[in-house]
Structure formats: structure tokens, C-alpha cells
């Protein structure tokens, strides 16, 4: 009999309710017990939702970061938090983003401290917060919070199976601080994994799901070695392992997958469907193969007809051996897709989210147990789906194609280089030393959310919504005048999301209600829904962003965001290359663009706040990546003349290791997160000269601790030891929709202070 399982699921509730308990306990507003307690309904809730798996996961559900939570497990906690006392779910969040509760609790200062770093976890959308390590970093168990969510379980009669990162994958996902080699820990993280586990074991534990996703990455000898070191260590352990891969193949670490000690591999079966015939060779006779035969991170229905094709041989040969399951956690979809009531009807039935994914795999499980004659009707209506979706007329536009079909070399390329543009824009500008400006977005507050929603709801008619959005735009530029911020935004109080808005205009998009996933924390985001091929009906921004230009003799910024972040923030179509969405994409952008500066927008910000989140995790795969992406923001940035300035935008993530790529988008300024990292990220600038203007990030808008005067100094003193100062910005690291105006006046205000200290001082 196939076993089924899941390897994780969506935590934040079908109605966002993980979200505004999160944000009501940080504001002072609820207590410590209530948010505990909802965090408990809502593991119940999830649990019963599982119903009708073999092994249901536990442990996935996390108040902020799967791999904070880790850290804390392991007792690895960053030095400066180590002095605090109080319920240990306050000192996690002070490391998740900075302090924890707004008031003091129980006696306690809740003093700021530096939050931890936060980058993406591998391909994906999603944020962790990276593990700090020095070459003193000790580890010691604390096993509570998985002890705890496992009894909740068995009370509820759960088959239960914890879920845990490895230690391997761990010790990549973190940073040495001091530069010491990370791997030398593993010496000191092996007992305390071993002591987990058998922990696990004496509560009668049966199997453990082990997550190692770093074995669909390129491993040299050190990092391979390490992973034999491991698990050699751990295979006395009295619980059976899981061992689960995801989001990419194994290809070369196939062996090493195959014949670590362990009782099961778990393999991504959608990414990585090519290693599923060499491991049946390779894996030994005794040990479980767990496929990933729905796609966890897409919202595609599965064709299910086909994946019985291939699945039903394997059955055969593997019987009891093989067991099935999502690719990977369902964190990466929304939750429920009969919650949809006004979702474009002919695209829906093409759709699955996370419970209609677990019904999918049930249909399997019982095709492979019983035949398919026990779900012949389910089977058909799968089919009818698949073949609506492929004969519809709204997938495939012609002229789209046409056009997509004649671009060329010239598209990319500004008239004349950088050198020769940046005099003409700063004669045009005429804008001081270190000049300040923000990423774009500014508070969303409750009036914008409540507009928003009578708007949507037909109780506030088109007119209104205008005059409450030109109303909140003012607002946003009489702010800044009188921070005295030099290049302006209008702050996209009519945004609803970066890429969503743009989703919400363009031709080969849906939008759903409900379909939020999480990012980080208590941030959600709505992927807008690329089922067809992209056109651009009208123009998106420019009523907006001219309105604001005439509120100011400032520049005025134009905001669009970029092709490559539009694609890698939406569920993509999968039945053509993403590569050739993105062109359409930035074909689209480009036409925005033109009439931007043809309204006379002096300066136009193209975000690609996602580019490096789409690099594939093999280096040997990342030329064609890059290629494509970076021709997809040239096609959409360079259609401009020479006087027209280009931002764009990249955040919380690692950019060093394609810095030239980044270099030949030829954007005449980039702004990135640089604050949470200390400049960390401006290393790469030591070997690497950057031709263009950058402004590093000096405000960590993720955290509501506010930058003081001389901390900002500090970074762009640091900044400006590699970048001339006259290539140099001085702006947050991020949008501040999710700050609230009483953060962001004082942090602003001190960012405009410092960059006119950075000018007295020459």
C-alpha cells in the first residue's frame, strides 16, 4: 500500500489570522497567552484539514521562520539577545525583527536590538532569518516547542511525523560572522541534532521528516564529505529518517542521496523528474523513495491521468516502498480554492491550492491502491480541465507572439554609455551630493486599506476612490518636502502589492480574493495568476505619477516594477518557457515606460526586487538565467533617452556573486538592502568596480527600531570607502508600506540629516 504524507503546510490561516494576531501582539494590543492560543487553534484546524494522510507533518507551523525556529531548538541564539529575560517567544522575535511587544512585559525593558539578517529561502519567495555563527558558537537543545506541538497532536490522534532542518543544510543556510569556517561546527551541532532525535524517539516517535534541500545544489568534496559525516553520526538514532530534498534534482549528488544511512529519501518528482529512474537503480532494497508528485509551489492542477502513467509502474515495483507527497511544504501556495467566489470562472477549474492539492494526492493514492476505476469520474473531470485549459483562446494572442517574436539586440540598449548619460541627468536634476530619495511605497494606513475595500466591495463609486487616492498622494509629498528628501515618490497609496497592481491591468493575468501566501513573518503577499499570453491594454501608472510631479518642483520618481520580478512574484503558466512570459513582460513594462517619460517623468524606478530570487540553485544553470532576465529589464528600461534616469531596486538577498550581471543591466542607479548586513553586501565593490550610481540601503524597514543620525553616517562612510560619493544614494533598504508614519517621519528624518552631514564633511 503507497503510503501518502505531506511535507509541510500554509501557517498562516485561510483568513490571514497568524498575520493580524502577530501584528496585534507587537503593537501592545493582545496578549502573549492570546497569540499562543491562536497558534494553537489554528495547528488543530490544520491538523484536521490533513485528515486522511498516512503521516501528517508537525512542527511546520512557526510564529515567524522555519529556520529561526531551528535556531532557537538548537540553542543558537545571537550573543546580543542572550542577556534578556522573559518568555523565550519575546527573544525570538526581538532576533526575527529587532524587539518583540511594543510595551515592556513582566518587569522588562523590550529594548531594540539589531534584528537578525534575512535573506531568501533558496528559489523562492519566502524569507528565513540566516543563522549567525563565530568559531566559539556552542549548541545546546531545547526541544519544547516541537514537544509541545507533537502532544497538541497525539491529543487530537494525529499520526504524527515531526519535521526538522538538517544539520548540513543548516550549517550552509547560516553566516560565520568572524569568517571562520562553518562546517568546523558540525563536530559541536551532531550531538545535539542526536539528542533531538532520540529525545523524538523516547516519545515514541516513528519517523522524522529531515529537510536537506542543499542536496539539489552543487556540493564540493567538504560539503559532500559533511553529509556522509552526518548522517553516519545520526543512524543510531532509534527514529527512522525522512530524508527530504525539494526544489531541484540531485543529478550528481544522486549516490550520496541514495546511500546515506537513513530509512527514506524524499525526492522532488516535479523539478526533478530525471533522478527518479537512476535512484530506483541506486537506492538500496530496504529503504522507502517518497516522490513529490504534486507541485507544491505552482497552483496548476495536476494532470493526474499522466502522473498515473508514470506512477503506476513504480508502484508495481516498489509496493510498500514508495510513498507519496507534495514536491515540497504547501507554504508556497494559498490555502483554499473553493474560498474563491469571484475568481474568473473559466480560469478556476484550471487551479488547485494547497487542500485541493492533498485531494489530488489522496485520488492518486487511491488509483494506485484500488485502480482507477475507483476514481473513473474524478479522473474524467481532471481531464475535461486540462483540455478546456489547452483550448482556450484567451491562453494564446497571436499578435502578443508576433510582437514577442521581433525582438532584437537593439531593444536593449540605451542611445549612449553611462559615462556620457550621467552629466546629462545631473544637469537636468541638479541634485546635491549624496542625494536622498525612498524606494517608492509609503505607510499603508487603515484609511488607504478601508477606501480600498469600499471601493472593491461597490460601496464607494470610481470618482471617490480617485479623490481618497489623490488625497493620501498629496499627503505622501508634503511629507517628504518638508523632510527635504531630494528625488520624491508618490507613494503608491493605490497599490495593493507591487506586482498584484500591475496583474490587476495586464492582459494573461487573474487575480484571486484569497489566494495569500506567506513571505516572512507576518507579511503575505497575493501572487497575481499568469495563465495567458501579457498584453498592456492602457496605460497603468502614469495618471498617478503625473499628478504627484505637479504637486512639487521636485523630481518626481515614475514606479513600475521590473519583468523579472512581475514573473518570479506570480504563479507562472507552466505550459511554456518562463523565459518567454518575461519578454512579454517587459515588453509591456517597456510601453509603460515611454509614456512616462513622455509625460515628462525626469526619473523612472524599474524594480527587480526578485531577480536573484529566480537564479537557478546550480551555478552551471545560471548563465541562461541571466541572460534571459537581464535582457527582459533592458528591453524594459532602455527604450528611454540618455536624460531619462533609471532606478532599480533589489532587496534581501545575496547579490556579490552576479554583480556583473547586475552591472549590465546598465540601470543608471541601483538601490539594494545593505543595513541588516552592516554593508556586507558592498564587499563585492573591493574587486569589482560598479560603473553606475547605487545607494545602499542605510534603514532596515523590516524592523521598527529607527536608525539614529550617526548609525546612518557610519554605513555610508563605510559605502563611500568603495563607491565614489559622487555615484552614491542614501535611501532605505526597502518600500515602507509596512511601517507605520510615526516610524518612518523620524527615521526619514534622520537619513536627511545625515546625508547633509556626509555633505558638510566633504
Partial sequence: MTTVHNLGFPRIGAGRELKFALESYWKGESTRDAL???????????????????????????????????????GNLPERVRGFHGDALDNYFRVARGRSARTAAEGHCDCGVAAGEMTKWFDTNYHY?????????????????????????????????????????????????????RLALLPRLLPVYAQ??????????DWVQIDEPLLVTELDADWQHAFNTAYHHLKSCRVKLLLATYFGQLLENQYLAANLPVAGLHIDAISGRGDVTPLLNLLPSNKILSL?????????????????????????????RLWIAPSCSLLHVPM??????????????????????????????????????????????????????????????????????????????????????APRQAALLKLPLYPTTTIGSFPQTADIRRVRGEFKAGRLDAAGYEEAMRAEIARCVREQEALGLDVLVHGEAERNDMVEYFGEQLEGYVLSQFGWVQSYGSRCVKP??????????????????????????????????????????????????????????????????????KAGVPIIQIDEAALRE???????????????????????ANGVRDETQIHTHMCYSEFNDIIASIAAMDADVITMETSRSDMELLDVFDDFKYP?????????????????QEHIVRLMEKAAERIPAERLWVNPDCGLKTRQWEEVIPALTNMVAAARTLRAAG
Fill in 36 to 74: 499562543k492560543e491562536l497558534g494553537a487553534q489554528l495547528r488543530k484546524r490544520h491538523w484536521d484539514e490533513q485528515a486522511g494522510l498516512d503521516l501528517i507533518p508537525v512542527g511546520d507551523f512557526s510564529f515567524y521562520d522555519q529556520v529561526l525556529d531551528m535556531s532557537f531548538t538548537l
Fill in 129 to 181: 532569518i540566516v543563522p549567525e555563527f563565530t568559531a566559539s558558537t556552542e549548541f545546546s537543545l531545547d526541544a519544547s516547542r516541537l514537544l509541545e506541538q507533537l502532544a497538541e497532536a497525539r491529543e487530537q490522534g494525529v499520526n504524527a511525523k515531526p519535521v526538522i532542518i538538517g544539520p548540513v543544510t543548516y550549517l550552509a543556510l547560516g553566516k560565520a560572522r568572524d569568517g571562520s569556517a
Fill in 196 to 205: 533531538l532525535l532520540e529525545t523524538l524517539a523516547a516519545q515514541g516517535v
Fill in 292 to 320: 513529490g508528485v504534486i507541485n507544491g509551489r505552482n497552483i496548476w492542477k495536476t494532470d493526474l491521468a499522466a502522473t498515473l502513467d508514470w506512477l503506476e509502474p513504480l508502484a508495481r515495483r516498489l509496493g510498500e
Fill in 336 to 421: 483554499d480554492l473553493a474560498k474563491e467566489h469571484k475568481l474568473d470562472a473559466e480560469v478556476k477549474p484550471w487551479l488547485a491550492f494547497a487542500l485541493q492539492k492533498l485531494e489530488e494526492l489522496k485520488l492518486l493514492a487511491t488509483a494506485l491502491r484500488a485502480g482507477r476505476d475507483a476514481v473513473l469520474d474524478a479522473l474524467a473531470a481532471n481531464q475535461a480541465d486540462m483540455a478546456a485549459r489547452r483550448a482556450s483562446p484567451r491562453v494564446h494572442n497571436p499578435e502578443v507572439q508576433a510582437a514577442a517574436a521581433k525582438i532584437g539586440p537593439h531593444l536593449g540598449r540605451r542611445a549612449s554609455p553611462y559615462a556620457e548619460r
Fill in 528 to 597: 497575481p495568476i499568469l495563465f495567458g499570453d501579457i498584453r498592456r491594454p492602457r496605460p497603468m501608472t502614469v495618471a498617478w505619477i503625473v499628478h504627484a510631479q505637479s504637486l512639487t518642483g521636485k523630481p518626481m520618481k515614475g514606479m513600475l516594477t521590473g519583468p523579472v520580478t512581475i514573473l518570479n512574484w506570480s504563479f507562472v503558466r507552466d505550459d511554456q518557457p518562463r523565459a518567454a512570459s518575461c519578454r512579454q513582460l517587459a515588453l509591456a513594462i517597456r510601453e509603460e515606460a515611454l509614456d512616462l517619460e
Fill in 614 to 636: 529566480g537564479l537557478p540553485l546550480r551555478r552551471s544553470q545560471w548563465r541562461e538565467y541571466l541572460d534571459w532576465a537581464v535582457e527582459s529589464f533592458r528591453i524594459a
Fill in 692 to 708: 553606475n550610481g547605487i545607494g545602499p540601503g542605510v534603514y532596515d524597514i523590516h524592523s521598527p527600531n529607527i536608525p539614529t
